[in-house]
């Protein structure tokens, strides 16, 4: 691609295209934006996440899509009015996430690790609030992940990780796996 420099009319310099596997190696930062008084959309590699009610599904949702981390949300591209709300808002459900995250990532698998304050049914509350804010098309393979994410068994009692419209999502993997593998860039191209 060629494009002309501010300081002479005949000069080009040549900016070289972005690899397409450096793009999916670095993680797309997500943008809040409030919708209502009381709802939020989260857009992360241009899906759109919405209406999103609450901090805890907020939280679940920021743990589903890897993106718990501080650097993980543009706050700078957010208007200040805007950031004032959300950014309490974005703090509490982080807060939510890493309840999800330690949850998940326990070793004894027969028993929950969460706050004594925090029950098994909120925490599939979450989960659920969560993955019904996913566009429709991306639903199934969304619910796909957050089960594998959350692991075998995450509520201790033989359910499902994740139950939409009598579709259950951590017991049957098929088809995805493939869809993952395609996805990922083969560990040794050019970043």
Do not use: K
Not at 8 to 20: E, G, H, I, K, Y
Not at 27 to 53: C, F, G
Not at 136 to 144: G, I, P, Q, S, T
């Amino acid at each position: 691609m060629r494009t002309p420099t501010s300081t002479d009319r005949l000069a080009f310099r040549f900016v070289a295209p972005r690899s397409t596997f450096a793009s999916r190696r670095c993680p797309m930062s997500a943008t809040l934006t409030p919708l209502r008084a009381d709802a939020i959309r989260v857009t992360h590699e241009d899906l759109p996440y919405e209406p999103i009610v609450g901090d805890a599904a907020l939280g679940a949702l920021l743990f589903a899509l890897d993106l718990l981390g501080r650097e993980a949300v543009d706050v700078a591209a957010m208007r200040y009015a805007d950031r004032v709300a959300l950014v309490p808002a974005l703090d509490a459900a982080r807060q939510h996430g890493l309840i999800l995250q330690r949850h998940a990532d326990r070793a004894d698998r027969s028993n929950p690790l969460l706050p004594a304050s925090v029950r098994v049914a909120d925490v599939h509350d979450w989960v659920h609030a969560a993955a019904a804010t996913v566009p429709e098309a991306r639903r199934d393979h969304f619910c796909w992940r957050l089960a594998r994410r959350l692991g075998v068994d995450p509520w201790c009692d033989g359910r499902p990780a994740i139950a939409l419209a009598n579709q259950q999502f951590g017991m049957f993997e098929e088809g995805f796996e493939e869809v993952e593998t395609r996805a990922e860039p083969p560990s040794d191209a050019p970043v």
